[in-house]
């Protein structure tokens, strides 16, 4: 199975998991990792050596994984679409919300940090802004819409 994992940067990276007999084998970039996992306790243990072992943190589905200093989300087995129309000039859904107002027009000039949408989301109204100079080439959702992440709502021409 395939895990793709983006950052709020939209920088991504995949992993390929397989289980075999005790162990899952990781595949990044070519290169092949083992991993054993056990449970003691209700809790769930990982290994790469089965000499030292670290608590596992557990992902439900559409989650996001913390490292030391990122936060990715995780999709399982796919890639949503939007993520491949990335780059500064596209202003994608991050997380799920309803779109409350619209404040640029399709042909307006924009500078970077410009608001472009307001959306709500988690009970708090949040300002989408510009990621570029540019003008709006199309704006891809209509106010009161409800959006799911992943989903790309305006896209600026940059330059």
């Known amino acids: 199975m395939r895990y793709y994992f983006v950052n709020q940067e939209m920088k991504e990276f995949s992993l390929d998991v397989e289980h075999t007999s005790g162990a899952m084998v990781f595949t990044?970039?070519?290169k092949?990792?083992?991993?054993?996992?056990?449970?003691?306790?209700g809790r769930k243990y990982y290994s790469f050596d089965q000499i030292s072992w670290k608590k596992l943190p557990t992902?439900?589905?559409n989650e996001v994984l913390v490292s030391h200093s990122e936060v990715y989300k995780v999709y399982r087995g796919f890639k949503?679409?939007?993520?491949?129309?990335?780059?500064a000039g596209a202003l994608i859904t991050q997380m799920p919300g309803k779109l409350v107002k619209i404040m640029k027009k399709i042909g307006d000039r924009v500078t970077k940090g410009d608001t472009v949408l307001i959306l709500e989301a988690m009970k708090m109204e949040?300002?989408?802004?510009?990621?570029?100079?540019?003008?709006?080439?199309?704006?891809?959702?209509?106010?009161?819409?409800?959006?799911?992440?992943?989903?790309?709502?305006v896209e600026i021409d940059e330059g």
């Open 126 to 153: 949040n300002e989408i802004k510009s990621g570029a100079d540019g003008t709006i080439k199309s704006i891809n959702v209509k106010e009161g819409q409800a959006l799911e992440a992943g989903f790309l709502m």
């Open 32 to 41: 092949k990792s083992q991993l054993w996992i056990r449970q003691l306790a």
């Open 59 to 61: 992902l439900g589905m």
């Open 80 to 87: 949503p679409s939007g993520l491949n129309k990335g780059g």
């Open 28 to 30: 990044h970039e070519g």
